[in-house]
């Protein structure tokens, strides 16, 4: 295995700055006596949320269409396959 010491980042568009991106994506925390919610948004629009309960593993909600509809995320690489075959129709 090889061990790479720096990570390299892509160049930013012309006339971008790193305070552009970081001024439109926003992370935050909250907590409650349940659980601690890590929200992630773009230009003010949630996308992700993680969520770490006191008992029980951590998991990963995304919208994936940018509707509002939050949906569990598998592994890095993989996605949920939900069964969509009909089972009975008149």
């Known amino acids: 295995a090889e061990v790479i010491d720096t990570l390299v980042l892509p160049a930013l568009p012309?006339?971008?700055t790193r305070a552009?991106?970081?001024r439109d994506h926003k992370v935050t925390t909250?907590?409650?006596d349940a659980e601690t919610v890590t929200e992630y948004r773009l230009k003010g629009?949630?996308?992700?949320?993680?969520?770490?309960?006191?008992?029980g593993p951590a998991y990963t909600m995304i919208?994936?269409?940018g509707e509002g509809k939050f949906v569990p995320?598998?592994?890095?690489?993989?996605?949920?396959?939900?069964p969509m075959w009909v089972i009975h129709s008149w």
């Open 20 to 22: 552009d991106f970081d």
């Open 63 to 65: 919208d994936e269409k």
């Open 73 to 82: 995320m598998g592994e890095p690489g993989t996605k949920i396959s939900v």
């Open 14 to 16: 012309k006339g971008r």
């Open 45 to 55: 629009k949630l996308y992700k949320m993680v969520v770490k309960p006191k008992s």
């Open 30 to 32: 909250r907590t409650t």
